[in-house]
C-alpha cells in the first residue's frame, strides 16, 4: 500500500511540475524535444517509485535516427512510462484526445507537438491524421497503439486502420513494439502497481510500400505478427 500510495505521490506530483516546465519551455524554443525528454524524466521517477524495471531490446537493423511510427501493444498506463525511457528524442505520441484535457500532462502534451485523436468523431480524426503526417514532415517520429486503447485481459486486440493508412500515405517506415510485463505490473483500472521488469522489443523497420496503396490489411497482418512472434 506504501508504494502504492508513493508512487502516486511521485506521478501526480512530476506531472505538474514538469508538465509546467514543457509548457513554458516550448513557448521559449517552438518545435524542441524537451516535452519528450521531460517525459522521460516523468516516467523514469513513476517507474522507480512503482519498483518497475524497464529493459529495451532493438533490433539491429534500421535507423532509428529517421522518422517512423513505432507500433505497439498496450496493456497498460505502463507501457507510456517505459516507451519515454528509450525512443528517441523526436518522437511524439498520437494519443486520445480525452488525455489532452488533464490538466499539466495535456497541456505539455500540447504545447509539445504530441497528435490528439478523436475516433468517435470522423472530421476530428482525420483531422489528427493529417497533423500527424505533418509532425512526420517534420522529421518527428510517432508512436501509435493501433489497438486503440488498452487491452482488458492482456492479449493482443484487433488493430485500426487509421495508422496503417497514415504510413501507406506518407511513406513511412513501421516500427512494431511488443511491450511484456506491463499488463502484470499495473493492470487496466487498478491503482496500486506491481514491482517487476518489463520488457521492450522493438522490431525490425517494415516498409509499407509493397502494400500500398491497396493491401492495408495485408500490412496489418505482418506488423501484426512481428509483435505477437515478440510477445512469447
Not at 509546467?20 to 519528450?36: I, M, Q, Y
Not at 496493456?75 to 480525452?98: E, H, N, Y
Not at 495535456?106 to 468517435?120: C, L
Not at 511513406?171 to 499488463?183: D, L, N
Request: charged share 20%.
Amino acid at each position: 500500500m506504501m508504494r502504492a500510495v508513493a508512487m502516486w505521490l511521485v506521478l501526480i506530483t512530476a506531472t505538474v511540475v514538469l508538465g509546467a516546465l514543457a509548457v513554458v519551455g516550448n513557448l521559449l524554443r517552438p518545435g524542441h524535444d524537451l516535452t519528450f525528454l521531460l517525459a522521460r524524466i516523468w516516467g523514469r521517477l513513476t517507474l522507480a517509485a512503482a519498483g518497475i524495471r524497464v529493459r529495451f531490446e532493438a533490433a539491429a537493423e534500421g535507423d532509428l535516427g529517421q522518422p517512423c511510427i513505432f507500433m505497439s501493444n498496450h496493456q497498460s498506463a505502463v507501457d507510456i512510462w517505459a516507451l519515454t525511457q528509450g525512443l528517441p528524442d523526436s518522437t511524439r505520441f498520437v494519443a486520445k484526445r480525452s488525455l489532452f484535457r488533464i490538466p499539466f500532462l495535456g497541456w505539455a502534451m500540447a504545447a509539445g507537438g504530441f497528435v490528439p485523436i478523436d475516433r468517435q468523431d470522423r472530421g476530428r480524426a482525420i483531422a489528427g491524421l493529417s497533423l500527424a503526417a505533418r509532425r512526420l514532415g517534420e522529421g518527428k517520429s510517432l508512436i501509435v497503439f493501433p489497438e486503440g486503447t488498452r487491452s482488458r485481459d492482456g492479449k493482443l486486440g484487433p488493430f485500426k486502420k487509421g495508422p496503417f493508412h497514415l504510413a501507406v500515405t506518407t511513406g513511412t517506415r513501421i516500427v512494431p513494439v511488443a511491450i511484456s510485463g506491463s499488463f502484470e505490473a499495473l493492470p487496466p483500472g487498478s491503482l496500486r502497481a506491481h514491482p517487476g521488469e518489463v520488457v521492450v522489443r522493438l522490431a525490425p523497420p517494415i516498409d509499407p510500400a509493397p502494400f500500398a496503396p491497396r493491401d492495408l490489411n495485408g500490412l496489418m497482418s505482418v506488423v501484426r505478427r512481428s509483435i505477437e512472434e515478440r510477445l512469447r
